[in-house]
């Protein structure tokens, strides 16, 4: 059964974006179907793994949880806005150097959640690191290598 | 040379290089199951059994059929072939033919324009079920008048085994010790969800992208499972997001999926939820787990007795073959003599189960491992001496003749107590770092050790690998594979093998996405098999390649092939570094001459293992064999019963790691399910339902769980392995539970013999003993 749709403009990775999109359309949904953007994954459905963490207006949501329409006028920064034309953002990087995932289908969402804990916060200890990635799930690396990762990015541990 | 590389220095092998494709992985490049659109494709939704034991009377799906964008509705009728994981126990089908056996199970498939219209045709689908009586309990399932879950009655697998004297084991031993232990149903919760995308070109051929791990298996039973020949069915792996096991494709989604391509002639995509995965994947199996075991006065096991209920649930998957391994193999972890055993494998209206990393190993450990602790105590003896007395050597030929090659068990005992800080005999502690323990809080240490084959040979008389390593003009090579990647990584560590071998760097190697119709066969990453088994056929392709190159480059340099060697991207005579061809150049001259080809080396590799004798289940299985033996402080509050872990020492023999950092990643996430496992994961059921079939009731290991494990790699180099390797994957998730469960003992002195240590019953055993009880 479908439902009216609604005119939506957004910005997502610094594009302004117009989209026509049910009420019950998930940011989600709108970012891997209506834009392609496919990096963003679903995990639980439900807001508890953190498959889909993306940015809006520089916080970072879960966009499982968010209705598109919700972000109207916002902007979106998703893992493939992350870096520019093919170069690695350093958290990136970092997380190959590590050796920070495996399946690597968690790790989008790792990442954006990563890039806005850093940039709250530059300095932070391992308890912390691993307080801020509790909402985000990895079955593989049993985090370690995340957190080691995120350890090198951040300023207290290099003094 | 032979299939295992020699020891001389190695460049590659034993570096820590970044995984394949993990730039892909980080900039949200990679392709999974659920990224991929096909033009005209249609989604499909399953509509499942809301009942454990039920008769289908009727199912009425005309509703659906004339709802608009509806393409095709399947129903068992439609999917009249028996399946299964394992030849000889085809109980199922693709969709439910007659009966129901377990909540969740697929009855009706719908395909539609999209995920919501084919969601709203399974509202209008009226299935009539005649409820039967159902059972959930093995043991119940075995006794008379239990319903029968499949007409062929209740038991699907019978082991016995008696080796030595059992009977004068016992009488001989200075303490004897008998319990009971359970274990739960664990989900492999991968981030991914399973899904599959099918479709058929216009002469009905069918193509099916799916999350499973051994594409080449799965096509052989989605050939048979569809009727057609093998060379009309593909399956392709794209990037997969976890497995563990849970994507062996015991489960019916790519089944599902074909088969409504085949229907309907277009594109179809199916994706499980996430409570659909919960329902659909094959669980680690429940199992009941009585032990009786002796010790003489020094120490060494005199007998041990088990016996094993497992709970197959409704279907069989490869539950067949775990019952053996809970049976049977971490006997060859210990000099036993005399070992007696009977395992029941049991039909129930429970969830089927399954293959999860371990393969049923970490079921026995966590009884056999907890088990060794109590008679340690018995004993008055330290459970890290009672295990090294018993510990196998290199060498020895076990009670169930398996050839024990390479065992460093002995530098894993002697890392892991030097870091731990032992003794690990029970004694008041303070915590082995000094720090201050709260008022009502007690700290202990547990040990367990844990062991795994390196590919093991069991259906069939085959546990190979074949590979081809082609050299393309620019002079890199492509390892034309199909073993694929689940997400371990297993693919980088053959790129590290290839470029060892042909003198090239690792980034000049790739490995060809699984496609079976591109790839020669192979079973897949399973048995942590990949390193040893795909290892040494990469070896032989890369010794071949590499004898075509020094030949062409002979032919070119006008030298013999036996006086050129190859450095820096090229292929000089030994001794006059200028008189030199390019690699590249040597392989575009291979290919631009009269009758030219590639440079193309296949390389295939057997493991030197048997088939354990289906009597007697004596045989060496694997060609390797790895060991794992953890230490872990915990801090059990004992007002609340909360266990906090505050360290985790992981010493592990994998011979040589091909990629360290990637092996300690195993070990880490290996040690992350293994907590879950101890401690908070299982399925909730009630009647055979699932009550928290979703991530935020069923909780696994976050980052706020537990510390970074202390690992270690300790020296060690396996003959059969290429370049000394053997597998790692799976050793390190066996010991975890039992070594938490013994440091809870240790901290509180409560024992607790089910999984998980939930803190209500640790507190209800606290309780049970008169109080609290200071360690």
């Given at each position: 059964?479908?439902?009216?749709?609604h005119?939506?403009?957004?910005?997502?990775?610094?594009?302004?974006?117009?989209?026509?999109?049910?009420?019950r359309?998930?940011?989600?949904?709108?970012?891997?179907?209506?834009?392609?953007?496919?990096?963003?994954?679903?995990?639980?459905?439900?807001g508890?793994?953190?498959?889909?963490?993306?940015?809006?207006?520089?916080?970072?949501?879960?966009?499982?949880?968010?209705?598109?329409?919700?972000?109207?006028?916002?902007?979106?920064?998703?893992?493939?806005?992350?870096?520019g034309?093919?170069?690695?953002?350093?958290i990136?990087?970092?997380?190959?150097?590590?050796?920070?995932?495996?399946?690597?289908?968690?790790?989008?969402?790792?990442?954006?959640?990563?890039k806005?804990?850093?940039?709250?916060?530059?300095?932070?200890?391992?308890a912390?690191?691993?307080?801020?990635?509790?909402?985000?799930?990895?079955?593989?690396?049993?985090?370690?290598?995340?957190?080691?990762?995120?350890?090198?990015?951040?300023?207290?541990?290099k003094? | 040379?032979?299939?295992?590389?020699?020891?001389?220095k190695?460049?590659?092998?034993?570096?820590?290089?970044?995984?394949?494709?993990?730039?892909?992985?980080?900039?949200g490049?990679?392709?999974?199951?659920?990224?991929?659109k096909?033009?005209?494709?249609?989604?499909?939704?399953i509509?499942?059994?809301?009942y454990?034991?039920?008769?289908?009377?009727?199912?009425?799906?005309?509703?659906?059929?004339?709802?608009?964008?509806?393409?095709?509705?399947?129903?068992?009728?439609?999917?009249?072939?028996?399946?299964g994981?394992?030849?000889?126990h085809?109980?199922?089908?693709?969709?439910?033919?007659?009966k129901?056996?377990?909540?969740?199970e697929?009855?009706?498939?719908?395909?539609?324009?999209?995920?919501?219209?084919?969601?709203?045709?399974?509202?209008?689908?009226?299935?009539?079920?005649?409820?039967?009586?159902?059972?959930?309990?093995?043991e119940?399932?075995?006794?008379?008048?239990?319903?029968?879950?499949?007409?062929?009655?209740?038991?699907?697998?019978?082991?016995?085994i008696?080796?030595?004297?059992?009977?004068?084991?016992?009488?001989?031993?200075?303490?004897?010790?008998?319990?009971t232990?359970?274990?739960?149903?664990?989900?492999?919760?991968?981030m991914?969800?399973?899904?599959?995308?099918?479709?058929?070109?216009?002469?009905?051929?069918?193509?099916v992208w799916?999350?499973?791990?051994?594409?080449?298996?799965?096509?052989?039973?989605?050939?048979?499972?569809?009727?057609?020949?093998?060379?009309?069915v593909?399956?392709?792996?794209?990037?997969?997001?976890?497995?563990?096991?849970?994507?062996?494709?015991?489960?019916?989604?790519?089944?599902?999926?074909?088969?409504?391509?085949?229907?309907?002639?277009r594109?179809?995509?199916?994706?499980?939820t996430?409570?659909?995965?919960?329902l659909?994947?094959?669980?680690?199996?429940?199992?009941?787990?009585?032990?009786?075991?002796?010790v003489?006065?020094?120490?060494?096991?005199?007998?041990?007795?088990?016996?094993?209920?497992?709970?197959?649930?409704?279907?069989?998957?490869?539950?067949?073959?775990?019952?053996?391994?809970?049976?049977?193999?971490l006997?060859?972890?210990?000099?036993?003599?005399?070992?007696?055993?009977?395992?029941?494998?049991?039909?129930?209206?429970?969830p089927?189960?399954?293959?999860?990393?371990?393969?049923?190993?970490?079921?026995?450990?966590?009884?056999?491992?907890?088990?060794?602790?109590?008679?340690?105590?018995?004993?008055?003896?330290?459970p890290?001496?009672?295990?090294r007395?018993?510990?196998?050597?290199?060498?020895?030929?076990?009670?169930?003749?398996?050839?024990?090659?390479?065992?460093?068990?002995?530098?894993?005992y002697?890392?892991?107590?030097?870091?731990?800080?032992?003794?690990?005999?029970?004694?008041?502690?303070?915590?082995?770092?000094?720090?201050?323990v709260?008022?009502?809080?007690?700290?202990?240490?547990?040990?367990?050790?844990?062991?795994?084959?390196?590919?093991?040979?069991?259906?069939?008389?085959?546990?190979?690998?074949?590979?081809?390593?082609?050299l393309?003009?620019?002079?890199?090579?492509v390892?034309?594979?199909?073993?694929?990647?689940?997400?371990?990584?297993?693919?980088?560590a053959?790129?590290?093998?290839?470029?060892e071998?042909?003198?090239?760097?690792?980034?000049?190697?790739?490995?060809?996405?699984?496609?079976?119709?591109?790839?020669?066969?192979?079973?897949?990453?399973?048995?942590?098999?990949?390193?040893?088994?795909?290892?040494?056929?990469?070896?032989?392709?890369?010794?071949?390649?590499?004898?075509?190159?020094?030949?062409?480059a002979?032919?070119?340099l006008?030298?013999?092939?036996?006086?050129?060697?190859?450095?820096?991207?090229?292929?000089?005579?030994?001794?006059?570094?200028?008189?030199?061809?390019?690699?590249?150049q040597?392989?575009?001259?291979?290919?631009?001459?009269r009758?030219?080809e590639?440079?193309?080396?296949?390389?295939?590799?057997?493991?030197?293992?048997?088939?354990?004798?289906?009597?007697?289940?004596l045989?060496?299985v694997?060609?390797?064999?790895?060991?794992?033996?953890?230490?872990?402080?915990?801090?059990?509050?004992?007002?609340?019963?909360?266990?906090?872990?505050?360290?985790?020492?992981?010493?592990?023999?994998?011979?040589?790691?091909?990629?360290?950092?990637?092996?300690e990643?195993?070990?880490?996430?290996?040690?992350?399910?293994?907590?879950?496992?101890?401690?908070?994961?299982?399925?909730?059921?009630?009647?055979?339902?699932l009550?928290?079939?979703?991530?935020?009731?069923?909780?696994?290991?976050?980052?706020a769980?537990?510390?970074?494990?202390?690992?270690?790699?300790v020296?060690?180099?396996?003959?059969?392995?290429?370049?000394?390797?053997?597998g790692?994957?799976?050793?390190?998730?066996?010991?975890?539970?039992?070594?938490?469960?013994?440091?809870?003992y240790?901290?509180?002195?409560?024992?607790?013999?089910?999984?998980?240590?939930?803190?209500?019953?640790?507190?209800?055993?606290?309780?049970?003993?008169?109080g609290?009880?200071?360690?």
């Amino acid at each position: 059964m479908s439902l009216p749709r609604h005119r939506l403009t957004l910005r997502v990775n610094g594009e302004e974006q117009e989209l026509l999109v049910e009420s019950r359309r998930l940011l989600l949904d709108a970012l891997r179907d209506d834009l392609g953007l496919t990096g963003t994954k679903r995990g639980c459905e439900e807001g508890v793994c953190g498959a889909c963490t993306v940015l809006v207006d520089g916080r970072h949501v879960r966009s499982c949880l968010l209705l598109a329409l919700q972000v109207r006028d916002r902007a979106v920064t998703t893992i493939e806005g992350l870096a520019g034309d093919g170069a690695l953002h350093p958290i990136q990087a970092a997380f190959i150097r590590a050796g920070a995932l495996q399946c690597g289908y968690c790790t989008p969402g790792f990442i954006m959640t990563t890039k806005a804990l850093l940039d709250a916060r530059a300095a932070l200890t391992e308890a912390e690191v691993r307080e801020a990635l509790s909402g985000n799930i990895c079955r593989c690396t049993g985090y370690a290598h995340i957190v080691e990762a995120i350890l090198a990015l951040t300023e207290d541990t290099k003094r | 040379m032979s299939a295992a590389a020699g020891r001389g220095k190695l460049t590659v092998v034993g570096q820590s290089l970044p995984m394949l494709g993990a730039h892909d992985k980080v900039s949200g490049r990679a392709l999974y199951v659920s990224d991929l659109k096909l033009p005209h494709m249609l989604h499909a939704k399953i509509l499942r059994s809301p009942y454990p034991h039920a008769r289908i009377v009727h199912i009425d799906a005309e509703r659906a059929r004339r709802l608009r964008g509806v393409k095709v509705v399947l129903t068992g009728a439609d999917t009249p072939r028996p399946i299964g994981a394992i030849g000889a126990h085809k109980d199922e089908h693709i969709l439910a033919v007659d009966k129901v056996r377990h909540v969740g199970e697929e009855v009706v498939a719908v395909a539609a324009v999209d995920e919501n219209t084919a969601l709203d045709a399974l509202e209008l689908i009226r299935v009539d079920y005649e409820e039967l009586p159902a059972v959930f309990d093995p043991e119940e399932a075995l006794g008379p008048g239990a319903p029968a879950v499949h007409a062929s009655g209740n038991l699907v697998r019978e082991i016995r085994i008696d080796r030595g004297d059992v009977d004068a084991g016992f009488a001989s031993a200075a303490v004897v010790h008998e319990a009971t232990y359970q274990t739960q149903p664990q989900y492999h919760a991968p981030m991914e969800p399973t899904g599959a995308v099918a479709t058929i070109d216009a002469s009905g051929r069918l193509t099916v992208w799916a999350a499973v791990q051994s594409i080449h298996r799965n096509q052989l039973r989605l050939a048979d499972a569809l009727g057609l020949p093998t060379s009309r069915v593909r399956v392709i792996q794209p990037h997969m997001g976890g497995s563990f096991g849970g994507k062996l494709g015991e489960d019916s989604t790519h089944y599902i999926a074909a088969r409504l391509a085949l229907a309907c002639g277009r594109p179809v995509r199916l994706l499980n939820t996430r409570l659909e995965d919960f329902l659909g994947v094959r669980a680690r199996m429940a199992a009941r787990i009585r032990l009786k075991m002796g010790v003489d006065p020094a120490g060494r096991i005199t007998a041990k007795e088990t016996w094993i209920h497992g709970d197959n649930g409704a279907y069989c998957g490869l539950s067949p073959e775990v019952i053996l391994v809970i049976a049977a193999r971490l006997d060859s972890l210990y000099r036993h003599r005399n070992v007696r055993t009977l395992a029941r494998l049991v039909y129930t209206n429970n969830p089927p189960s399954g293959a999860f990393r371990g393969f049923g190993n970490p079921q026995m450990a966590f009884a056999l491992e907890s088990h060794l602790d109590v008679l340690a105590e018995q004993l008055g003896m330290d459970p890290l001496e009672l295990r090294r007395r018993n510990s196998v050597q290199p060498g020895d030929t076990t009670i169930h003749g398996w050839s024990i090659g390479s065992c460093e068990l002995s530098k894993c005992y002697e890392e892991t107590a030097k870091r731990i800080g032992g003794p690990l005999r029970r004694r008041p502690r303070a915590p082995a770092d000094g720090a201050p323990v709260a008022e009502g809080r007690r700290r202990g240490i547990g040990i367990a050790v844990a062991m795994h084959v390196s590919g093991a040979r069991q259906a069939a008389d085959w546990d190979g690998s074949n590979v081809v390593v082609k050299l393309t003009p620019d002079g890199r090579a492509v390892i034309i594979c199909g073993e694929g990647d689940i997400g371990q990584g297993g693919p980088t560590a053959l790129t590290q093998i290839a470029a060892e071998t042909l003198g090239i760097p690792p980034d000049h190697v790739t490995v060809t996405p699984a496609d079976t119709e591109t790839t020669p066969f192979c079973f897949g990453p399973m048995a942590s098999r990949l390193t040893l088994v795909a290892g040494n056929a990469v070896i032989k392709a890369a010794e071949g390649a590499r004898r075509q190159l020094l030949s062409i480059a002979g032919q070119l340099l006008e030298a013999s092939p036996e006086d050129l060697t190859i450095a820096g991207g090229a292929i000089h005579v030994v001794g006059a570094p200028d008189r030199r061809v390019t690699i590249a150049q040597a392989c575009t001259a291979h290919i631009f001459r009269r009758d030219g080809e590639d440079i193309f080396a296949r390389g295939t590799y057997d493991a030197p293992s048997v088939v354990a004798d289906r009597k007697t289940y004596l045989g060496n299985v694997s060609a390797a064999y790895s060991f794992a033996v953890q230490a872990v402080e915990v801090e059990v509050d004992v007002e609340t019963g909360v266990v906090r872990i505050i360290r985790i020492v992981a010493a592990d023999d994998v011979g040589t790691p091909v990629n360290p950092r990637a092996v300690e990643g195993q070990i880490h996430g290996a040690i992350a399910q293994g907590v879950g496992y101890a401690l908070f994961e299982g399925f909730a059921l009630e009647n055979g339902r699932l009550l928290n079939g979703n991530l935020a009731d069923y909780p696994v290991a976050t980052a706020a769980s537990m510390p970074t494990p202390e690992t270690v790699l300790v020296d060690g180099w396996e003959p059969n392995g290429p370049f000394g390797a053997k597998g790692g994957s799976e050793a390190p998730i066996s010991p975890t539970a039992a070594a938490i469960a013994n440091a809870i003992y240790d901290a509180v002195g409560v024992r607790i013999t089910s999984l998980p240590i939930t803190p209500d019953k640790i507190l209800r055993a606290l309780r049970e003993r008169g109080g609290r009880r200071d360690a």
